[in-house]
């Protein structure tokens, strides 16, 4: 009888034996394929939660697009419309535009029956010297909103500045020392300080508005304008392309852009809201983060505690083993068996425990983590892992069972026999 069948014969008689040791492997790789499986489970929710949150701030975002879209269809833009020939980064750099064109091109607007340009506004800006009081100023001539002709008369968006008076900005009239009704003059003409604004934190803290036909005259261009601002603009179906050409079909010699419109306000809004969205995708993946860090640490606490556990646990059953077949081993050490084929003995009953632990333990714990996060899924099946646990596994099974082994295969059979 070969050792072989001595095995499997030993395996039948103490099935408890043998089913204690398979238990003790199959708990120890289930803890660790479970641990392992479940760390799999969160980072596939993690990316599956991330995917809908983006997705749904792509959703969102479109709803707000096209919410704002609505939206300013009803509150219109604002345009600002220029000389052709007026160089745009010029217009930034300087403050204001240094092409002219006909005030008459105002009234021909007004006139044009437009029935999407609401309230338009003309002014002639200019940057210049005050030699009265040794500064730079800003001077713009207004004359208030333009009515159109053929529509009912409303209250004008911009009151018009009386001749003879002027609109002061902060900087100017707080480092002057002036207040609303002093008496200044510029450019050799006298000018009643009409009101003082408050800090707006731009060139209108330098700038002066005075009347149009007046700043027209101080600055030797009767007749002109450079800009006339179109506020509350509309459009069908939010193309402010429409209203820029219909501009240019009654002024063809000018150029429309937009101007400190709704629209920034918009994008500003959405630019807040992705952010806003980001910013909850970001808390999300801090927390799943962290709930995976928590999981590291419990797994890497558990792990070592269960495999040590089991291998002693092993190590005291194979000793119990030894102990209750240690008359069979006298006998077979008496007949002329090796240490060897004794020792191999235990270990090939080590060895299948671990074969049988490894696989049943592995797709339990594959069960049971794939249930814990509730999905189940082919792609959390590792092969190099599952190979990695059948050689793992019984090579544990064969360290907890080796010392027990030697101390059988070292027994003297003559003592072993004499207390027999």
Request: aromatic letters at 8%.
């Amino acid at each position: 009888m070969n050792i072989n069948t001595l095995v499997i014969k030993e395996i039948k008689r103490r099935k408890l034996n043998f089913f204690l040791g398979l238990l003790s492997v199959v708990f120890a790789v289930t803890t660790v394929t479970g641990a392992l499986t479940m760390l799999q489970v969160h980072d596939l929710k993690t990316n599956e939660i991330i995917t809908e949150k983006e997705a749904e701030t792509r959703e969102r975002m479109t709803l707000l697009e096209d919410d704002y879209r609505k939206i300013m269809k009803k509150l219109g833009f604002n345009l600002l419309i220029l000389p052709k020939d007026q160089n745009i980064s010029d217009l930034f750099a300087n403050d204001f535009a240094s092409k002219l064109m006909p005030e008459s091109y105002v009234d021909s607007l007004a006139a044009s029956h437009s029935m999407l340009i609401r309230h338009l506004l003309p002014s002639l800006q200019q940057k210049i010297e005050w030699p009265e009081k040794r500064r730079t100023v800003l001077l713009i001539g207004i004359r208030g909103e333009v009515p159109f002709l053929y529509k009912d008369p409303k209250e004008p968006m911009m009151i018009s500045v009386q001749k003879g008076t002027m609109i002061m900005g902060f900087e100017l009239h707080d480092k002057l020392g002036l207040e609303q009704g002093d008496e200044v003059k510029l450019l050799g003409r006298k000018f009643k300080v009409e009101e003082c604004n408050e800090p707006r934190g731009n060139k209108d803290d330098i700038t002066i508005w005075i009347n149009l036909q007046e700043a027209q005259e101080l600055l030797n261009k009767q007749g002109k304008i450079n800009a006339i601002l179109a506020l509350k603009c509309f459009c069908s179906g939010g193309n402010q392309a429409q209203v820029r050409e219909e501009v240019q079909s009654v002024l063809p010699g000018t150029q429309v852009i937009e101007k400190g419109s709704k629209v920034l306000i918009r994008a500003e809004a959405r630019a807040r809201a992705a952010k806003e969205a980001q910013d909850a995708i970001e808390a999300e993946k801090i927390h799943r983060k962290k709930l995976r860090n928590e999981l590291e640490k419990f797994a890497a606490i558990l792990v070592p505690l269960v495999l040590l556990s089991s291998a002693l646990w092993i190590a005291f059953l194979f000793i119990g083993n030894v102990s209750e077949r240690k008359s069979e081993i006298g006998i077979l050490r008496a007949v002329g068996v090796k240490e060897k084929s004794i020792m191999r003995l235990f270990l090939l009953k080590a060895l299948l425990i671990g074969i049988s632990g490894a696989v049943i333990g592995y797709f339990l714990g594959l069960g049971i983590g794939c249930a814990w996060g509730g999905l189940f899924t082919f792609s959390l099946f590792n092969l190099y892992f599952f190979l990695l646990v059948l050689l793992c596994a019984p090579l544990l099974s064969l360290l907890a069972a080796y010392i027990p082994a030697v101390m059988a295969a070292r027994q003297d059979p003559a003592e072993v026999l004499r207390e027999e």
